[in-house]
T-cell receptor
Framework: NAGVMQNPRHLVRRRGQEARLRCSPM?????VYWYRQLPEEGLKFMVY????????ESGMPKERFSAEFPKEGPSILRIQQVVRGDSAAYFC?????????FGPGTRLTVL | QQPVQSPQAVILREGEDAVINCSSS?????VHWYRQKHGEAPVFLMI?????EQKGHEKISASFNEKKQQSSLYLTASQLSYSGTYFC???????????FGKGTRLHILP
């Protein structure tokens, strides 16, 4: 049973470009969570999704950020018009119900 | 409400014990513990549920005091491989989001 997969592992974007981060949950897991982590800091909750539904997006910035988890395919975290402050590691986690299992993360660098 | 972890950092010699604490100002459904090594993903250690028992295996265990909304992670006879940052995460209700603390950095010296 493959673990949570994220791609790309590293992403470099220039200011103003779009970043798309993908997360494939573990087989059988219907819950996906996205977190952002800055260097030497904790994991900040962004959004919680189930298939085709956003359950909680209280941690998402109001502008430029969006997330989806379609019926088929991976969950996508999309950042439009990236700025330098968006540089961080973005982790997704999937869960069958209680325990969350993390993917390896995508390290986004905005030049 | 972000849980508060203490201490922020610990330095131990191999074989020594450590306790990491996690407290919340709100009633909790569960507490989750993770360890993260530099540049890697957080790895699940254990979950403690409201009304559940103390968890653990061999040298890593944890407790959850529901009345005080506190959890403690116990590392016994620490090994070099225990080095990393430990995060507690709290859940107020089942199927709620997990809010993580800022982490406790543990460094084990040989």
């Amino acid at each position: 049973n493959a673990g949570v997969m994220q791609n790309p592992r590293h992403l470099v974007r220039r200011r103003g470009q779009e970043a798309r981060l993908r997360c494939s949950p573990m087989k059988g897991h219907s819950h996906v969570y996205w977190y952002r982590q800055l260097p030497e800091e904790g994991l900040k909750f962004m959004v919680y999704l189930q298939k085709e539904n956003i359950i909680d997006e209280s941690g998402m910035p109001k502008e430029r950020f969006s997330a989806e988890f379609p019926k088929e395919g991976p969950s996508i975290l999309r950042i439009q018009q990236v700025v330098r402050g968006d540089s961080a590691a973005y982790f997704c986690a999937s869960s069958p119900f209680d325990t969350q299992y993390f993917g390896p993360g995508t390290r986004l660098t905005v030049l | 409400q972000q849980p508060v972890q203490s201490p922020q950092a610990v330095i131990l010699r191999e074989g020594e014990d450590a306790v990491i604490n996690c407290s919340s100002s709100k009633a909790l459904y569960s507490v989750h513990w993770y360890r993260q090594k530099h540049g890697e993903a957080p790895v699940f250690l254990m979950i403690l549920l409201k009304g559940g028992e103390q968890k653990g295996h061999e040298k890593i265990s944890a407790s959850f005091n529901e009345k005080k909304q506190q959890s403690s992670l116990y590392l016994t006879a620490s090994q070099l491989s225990y080095s990393g940052t430990y995060f507690c995460g709290t859940e107020r209700n089942r199927d709620d989001k997990i809010i993580f603390g800022k982490g406790t950095r543990l460094h084990i010296l040989p």
